[in-house]
């Protein structure tokens, strides 16, 4: 038996060359309205301006990999919308929706698990799954737009999973995403985050994508990176920050870096001060600092990790020494703190049977 075409993994230009083949052999209009209606979350059945032939052709040979919502809490705190979606093979990822002044934004998963071993992030316990199709990644955006009746105008790709370490199918959720005639989410609403795999990095900034970088930096130096993300082992803060001098040389997009504050480990004073140094010294070009924005995020507690979160005065005096030493830095406002927003948490829960 012939597996069924994966429809909504398929960009533009794929789609009209399967629709226009046989056994469809249809006009090139046909790929435009199918697309439009795929991206708007239809089934076959629903796409009314198709012949009822070709819809019960595609329905026969084609399979839409949009999830379904299995559970969503609701912050009473600030509306933020928690997902637990389940894909068509059973598996669960989380998205979560977060409302800003500057519109509405979905932070979505990139793998059913991660492989990464970061020691303070849920996502990873379990170890991967499975990388997500771009279809996958799509129908996040696409469930969460259906859900709420709102349009997502900006997408973060820092949920579960590591999106580099699924590389190709990412920069094809990236096109899908901003695809004429579907959501069409411009890329510089977008934002890629990634622990450091250097070459992908390399690899994105030659695709011309004008997203987003986020590096989750988190420590100072390697001694300190090393203990808490085994990636560093590969990839030193050396090559990681190298690689992004020559992102922005490159693209000239600006690299946002996370750094989790975790207490006792990478939140005291000096901490600060040598994370300051070592972004000046790498990132830098001909004795100028290159543009870049510290995002400070106060841990969120993972059972079982035996790290726990930095007090206030510890986020307020890094803060501070960022600031004093020319490092553009901000504390990330905690949304949906009522219902454990941080991804991985929810498909951990929901995994052991837990309310």
């Known amino acids: 038996m012939n597996e069924k075409t994966d429809i909504l993994r398929l960009l533009p230009d794929e789609l009209e060359a399967l629709i226009t083949s046989p056994p469809y052999s249809q ?7 199918i697309f439009s209606w795929l991206h708007r979350g239809a089934g076959f059945d629903m796409m009314t301006n198709l012949p009822l032939a070709l819809r019960a052709a595609l329905a026969e040979s084609c399979v839409i990999k949009t999830p379904a919502v299995e559970r969503r809490l ?4 600030d509306g933020t919308i928690k997902y637990l979606l389940r894909l068509t093979d059973g598996n669960c990822v989380e998205a979560v929706y977060m409302k800003y002044e500057h519109g509405n934004t979905l932070c979505v998963s990139s793998q059913v698990g991660c492989r990464m071993g970061c020691r303070f992030c849920a996502s990873t316990k379990s170890g991967r799954v499975r990388d997500l199709a771009a279809s996958e990644m799509l129908g996040e955006v696409i469930a969460a737009e259906r859900d709420t009746g709102t349009r997502i105008s900006n997408v973060v790709m820092m949920g ?3 999106p580099l370490d699924n590389y190709d199918e990412t920069v094809r959720f990236l096109r899908l995403l901003s695809a004429p005639g579907g959501l069409g989410i411009g890329l510089r609403h977008v934002s890629v985050s990634t622990c450091g795999i250097v070459p992908r990095i390399r690899d994105l900034a030659a695709t011309g994508l004008p997203v987003t970088l986020s590096i989750s930096l988190h420590a100072p130096d390697d001694k300190a990176r090393s203990a808490i993300m ?8 050396s090559e990681l920050l190298g690689a992004c001098r020559d992102w922005f040389l490159a693209t000239g997009r600006h690299i946002s870096f996370e750094y989790t504050l975790i207490s006792g480990k990478n939140d005291s004073p000096e901490d600060a001060r040598l994370l300051a140094s070592t972004l000046r010294r790498y990132m830098s070009d001909g004795g100028r600092t290159l543009p870049m924005h510290v995002n400070l995020i106060p841990l969120n507690d993972v059972e079982g990790t ?3 979160r930095s007090s206030k005065d510890a986020v307020r005096r890094f803060s501070e020494t960022l600031t004093s030493l020319g490092i553009t830095a901000t504390v990330r406002r905690r949304l949906g703190p009522d219902i454990n927003a941080a991804c991985g948490q929810l498909r951990i829960s929901s995994a052991e049977g837990k309310s």
């Open 27 to 33: 006009p090139k209009f046909r790929a435009g309205q």
């Open 230 to 237: 085994p990636v560093n082992n590969t990839y030193p803060v």
């Open 306 to 308: 035996g790290l726990s």
């Open 74 to 77: 609701v912050s009473e705190t």
């Open 160 to 162: 579960i999973g590591e």
